[in-house]
T-cell receptor, first 111, second 117 residues
Framework: KNEVEQSPQNLTAQEGEFITINCSYS?????LHWLQQHPGGGIVSLFM???GKKKHGRLIATINIQEKHSSLHITASHPRDSAVYIC?????????????FGKGTKLSVKP | KAGVTQTPRYLIKTRGQQVTLSCSPI?????VSWYQQTPGQGLQFLFE???????NKGNFPGRFSGRQFSNSRSEMNVSTLELGDSALYLC????????????????FGPGTRLTVT
């Protein structure tokens, strides 16, 4: 069983729709990252969470430490949001870069 | 501030050869981590360096090694290349100062795409 599970694996949405991507993990963590990867490979860190909720523009990330679950929400989705979204966790006591990654959610937003 | 840079961006090697990839972190960042991304396994942690010392290593064979220089630039080396080593190799830097510090964001480079034939 993977330590970090994401759902769905693939997601197709119409422009303007509200999108939710889920991440569940089975280990104790000190931080959770949401990453965005566009075709071509570049990865951008969207959020780093250890509790609660963060918002940046149309993106919102939440985490429930007790339930070991995090969600990434995109409001008013746009074709430029099309990318792979990856959840990664830093295991409690682990070093900074020692991240465990989910398999990613491929999002396609149609105009 | 310039971002994380990786060289080369693309590389084609033959089985049995060795390869060295380079990563220059964001100025002031002392922690550099390396990751391998393949279609089958996804992203996997290779190793992490801080102040020229390897802090942690992922579950990869000894053919994979790395080092960090006093200016925080890092290199990773893969010896005796196998077809399965074909992957996107990403490095990331962070401002982490020590193991006990709060989590810092990881800033990723564009990656080096290695093809082994």
């Amino acid at each position: 069983k993977n330590e970090v599970e994401q759902s769905p694996q693939n997601l197709t949405a119409q422009e303007g729709e509200f999108i939710t991507i889920n991440c569940s993990y089975s280990v104790g963590i000190s931080a959770l990252h949401w990453l965005q990867q566009h075709p071509g490979g570049g990865i951008v860190s969207l959020f780093m969470l250890s509790s609660g909720k963060k918002k940046h523009g149309r993106l919102i990330a939440t985490i429930n430490i007790q339930e070991k679950h995090s969600s990434l929400h995109i409001t008013a989705s746009h074709p430029r949001d099309s990318a792979v979204y990856i959840c990664a966790v830093r295991e409690y006591g682990g070093s900074q870069g020692n991240l465990i990654f989910g398999k990613g959610t491929k999002l396609s937003v149609k105009p | 501030k310039a971002g994380v840079t990786q060289t080369p961006r693309y590389l084609i090697k033959t089985r049995g050869q060795q390869v060295t990839l380079s990563c220059s972190p964001i100025s002031g960042h002392r922690s550099v981590s390396w990751y391998q991304q393949t279609p089958g396994q996804g992203l996997q942690f290779l190793f992490e360096y801080f102040s020229e010392t390897q802090r942690n290593k992922g579950n990869f064979p000894g053919r994979f090694s790395g080092r960090q220089f006093s200016n925080s630039r890092s290199e990773m080396n893969v010896s005796t290349l196998e077809l399965g080593d074909s992957a996107l190799y990403l490095c990331a830097s962070s401002a982490s100062r020590d193991r006990g510090s709060s989590s810092y964001e990881q800033y990723f480079g564009p990656g080096t795409r290695l093809t082994v034939t």
